[in-house]
């Protein structure tokens, strides 16, 4: 489960370097939404990352407070 959490975190990271750099390149301005679509995918990517590690180390240390 660290593993997965750990490829979202990274996913999330390279969305939001995806959308830095394409940001400075470009600066076109597309839909509406449409330049902040990797800036919320990869926040959303990142907070899922830091949920899935939360949720691991709570349950380690509950198992193990009770074992």
Known sequence: MLSVAMITIIGGV???LTFISGYAEYKIVRGFGADYMHFIAGMILIGVGILLILYVLKRSVFT???R
């Open 14 to 16: 390279w969305d939001i």
């Open 64 to 66: 193990e407070r009770f």
